[in-house]
């Protein structure tokens, strides 16, 4: 019989929809096919899977690499399978996973030549777009610092697309640790803000993208934090060439990690 | 005495929230003051604003502008603004105005030099961000091409974030017509698309982008259609370093347009 809302397990799972439940277990959920296809590809990573039995028919390479993994495999019903998920057209896949954070120093180990860090960026969607952007441009590392949102957010994980499983993702609560740590490793630390008194063409023209950098991003609402922004080696502004005010914070991102992407190479 | 959900006006204006009427009429709804401001810095674009007695007052220099252009101001009971507003926090404006499209023909000849084709982008948010970093980027023109969103879309009206107001915005419906059009006024048209044989890189080493372009983008659930990209001059993929599948909408529109904007200064 297939797990219905009423599971235990079921209902354990759905827990983890609240990040304190996440936090408590070390515990989160990747749904869709995609996404599941991308935590079985990582060793110990998925805990269980969750399908509707026309969603592990329809993917049964998935099941049984689930399997194969020793990854207990579950029916559940499609009412079950919506109480899990938190889009409207899931595919009939949740798997509840690991956390696969690393440490700063871990992350920093493996000499990264670019490295995101949000700094206090709070909505899901836009953290997830950035981290997909960031694994697109080659980088190795993606630091949530400060009071950012939960990497395992739900829609972060769906924005991501599938780039949390492939970046090291590092939680730091202190950003100023970041930047020191960051710098130690040989890393110029770029703080991408719209007032910034430095252009990126500027940096590019002039070689400065080419060394291994880690890039500062602060949440579209507030911006880099004053002090944070002070304390990295340049402030820099992507040029505004019409009347724009500002680039949101996905395309500012892309256009910096882009150009540090090209100069290295 | 404000006026209320329940006044004619209000009730006319509010019907503009749905594509039927602003299709209709020519108008649509603009709401905050930065799109406000923007509206009103054009000519013969508002036709009325709606106010809170306490937004009228904390932005006075909107309402005395709007008279100042003889646009009626009218004041509004809370309830009344938010049921013109789409948001939470509407921040107690807004705005009737004019559509302001132009014709591709009026676009082309003011010769700009980078221009944005939107082909069948669905999803007003990401339309309303590419139009925005459009701008940013320098581009003249947005063309809405094809079975794409309704640029007067609320959302995509707020996501474009005042941008809607300073470039020239197109619609037309036959995208191979803009295709062809953008070639007879010089244009070298590229299309964005995660298969492109040639990569944004190389065409920024060879000096290809240092031409005046217009760069074609699809929706992000479709792509671009087949033989629309196979009518472009390149066919040109945003390089993947990382193990990424691809780029969201905003951000490869970002690195498109900004690797133009740089090789065209």
């Known amino acids: 019989m297939p797990f219905t809302p009423r599971t235990p397990r079921v209902v354990a799972a759905r827990r983890l929809q609240r990040r304190r439940e996440r936090d408590a277990t070390g515990r989160f959920l990747a749904e869709g096919p995609q996404a599941v ?144 740590a960051a710098r130690a490793a040989g890393l110029a630390v770029f703080a991408a803000t719209g007032h910034g008194e430095e252009n990126l063409d500027d940096l590019a023209d002039d070689g400065r993208l080419r060394t291994p950098t880690a890039w500062l991003f602060g949440s579209e609402a507030h911006g880099l934090p004053e002090e944070l922004a002070g304390d990295a080696d340049a402030r820099v502004r992507v040029p505004l060439h019409g009347r724009a005010e500002s680039l949101n914070l996905a395309a500012a991102a892309a256009v910096c990690l882009y150009a540090s992407a090209r100069a290295q190479r």
């Open 37 to 180: 296809r991308e935590a079985l590809s990582r060793p110990r990573t998925v805990v269980e899977l969750f399908g509707t039995p026309a969603a592990l028919d329809g993917y049964a390479d998935l099941a049984a690499a689930a399997a194969g993994a020793d990854v207990p495999v579950s029916e559940v019903t499609d009412d079950a399978l919506a109480a899990l998920a938190e889009t409207v057209a899931p595919q009939g896949l949740v798997a509840v996973c690991r956390h696969l954070d690393v440490s700063l120093e871990a992350a920093l180990a493996s000499r990264p030549r670019l490295v995101a860090v949000l700094a206090g960026i709070r909505d899901p969607g836009n953290a997830g777009t950035v981290l997909r952007t960031a694994d697109a441009a080659g980088a190795g590392a993606v630091i949530f610092a400060g009071e950012a949102v939960d990497p395992y957010n739900g829609k972060c994980v769906r924005s991501s697309a599938g780039s949390l499983f492939h970046v090291d993702v590092v939680r730091e609560r202190d950003p100023a640790g970041v930047l020191a």
